[in-house]
């Protein structure tokens, strides 16, 4: 599976942002679509999946109720829409297609294909 995550940029606290990863190769059935962001000296953290399938997502806490994804099937793109944005949610954001048959899988490891990293810069 080849990614392609876009739409980065600076905005100011509070406002919005969709970032937008394209998917090519492998079908995405069975897998689940991840988003992981990093900022310099800290780990890189999970912001939420969707299992392509059914649509299901999930989200840890951090993002809940401000972060959502969802995906245009029929043009293999995946969006995540930032809301309420924070200064720190800034950081590198990468999509990830999961191995198969996983359930909303929220490691990194789990994820064999990334796309590469697009800046979020949020302004306070």
């Known amino acids: 599976v080849q990614l392609q995550a876009f739409g980065g940029g600076l905005v100011q606290a509070g406002g919005s942002m969709r970032l937008s990863c394209t998917a090519s190769?492998?079908?995405?059935?069975?897998?689940?679509i991840g988003w992981f962001r990093q900022t310099p000296g800290k780990e890189q953290e999970f912001v939420g999946t969707?299992?392509?399938?059914?649509?299901?997502?999930y989200y840890p806490d951090s993002v809940k109720g401000r972060f959502a994804i969802s995906r245009d099937n029929g043009k293999d793109i995946v969006y995540l829409q930032m809301n309420s944005l924070k200064a720190e949610d800034t950081a590198v954001y990468y999509c990830?297609?999961?191995?198969?048959?996983?359930?909303?899988?929220?490691?990194?490891?789990?994820?064999?294909?990334w796309g590469q990293g697009t800046q979020v810069t949020v302004s306070s």
């Open positions: 990830a297609a999961s191995g198969v048959d996983l359930v909303l899988p929220t490691m990194s490891r789990q994820y064999p294909y």
């Open positions: 190769g492998r079908t995405l059935n069975s897998r689940s």
């Open positions: 969707m299992k392509w399938t059914s649509g299901s997502t």
